[in-house]
C-alpha cells in the first residue's frame, strides 16, 4: 500500500523553526519527486518546495525561499522540510506528495502533475 506520512508540525512562536518529515512505505522512493505543499485556511492549496528523485534538483516557492530547505534520505525513505524563522503567515496543514513524474514550476509554485500519494497532512501554527 503506497502511503506517505507527515510529522513534525506544531505550534510555535514566530522565528522559530520546525522540522516536518514526510515518510514513504509500500514504494521505493529513490524514483520519486517529492513536493512539500501546505494550505491555510480559506486559501488553496501551494506547492512550496519540492525535490527531485536524486535530490540534485530542488525549488522554493518566493514566500518561503531562504528560511525554508528541503532535504531527502531514499535510504530511510524519508524527506524533510526544514523551516526557520517561522512567520504567522506560514500557519497552515502542510502535505508532501509523491510524483515519478519531475515537477513543474507554476508562477514560482512547485507543481505535481501526476502524483501516486499524499499524505493526511501535519498543521503548523505560528503564533505567540
Known amino acids: 500500500q503506497l502511503q506517505l506520512v507527515e510529522s513534525g508540525g506544531g505550534l510555535v512562536q514566530p522565528g522559530g523553526s520546525l522540522n516536518l518529515s514526510c515518510a514513504a512505505s509500500g514504494f521505493t522512493l529513490d524514483y520519486y519527486a517529492i513536493g512539500w505543499y501546505r494550505q491555510a485556511p480559506g486559501k488553496e492549496r501551494e506547492g512550496i518546495s519540492c525535490i527531485s528523485s536524486s535530490g540534485r534538483s530542488t525549488h522554493y516557492a518566493d514566500p518561503v525561499k531562504g528560511r525554508f530547505t528541503i532535504s531527502r534520505d531514499n535510504a530511510k525513505k524519508t524527506v524533510s522540510l526544514q523551516m526557520n524563522s517561522l512567520k504567522p503567515e506560514d500557519t497552515a496543514v502542510y502535505y508532501c506528495?509523491?510524483?515519478?513524474?519531475?515537477?513543474?514550476?507554476?508562477?514560482?509554485?512547485?507543481?505535481?502533475?501526476?502524483?501516486?500519494?499524499w499524505g493526511q497532512g501535519t498543521p503548523v501554527t505560528v503564533s505567540s
Open positions: 506528495a509523491a510524483d515519478k513524474v519531475p515537477y513543474i514550476i507554476t508562477q514560482g509554485m512547485c507543481v505535481m502533475t501526476s502524483p501516486i500519494a
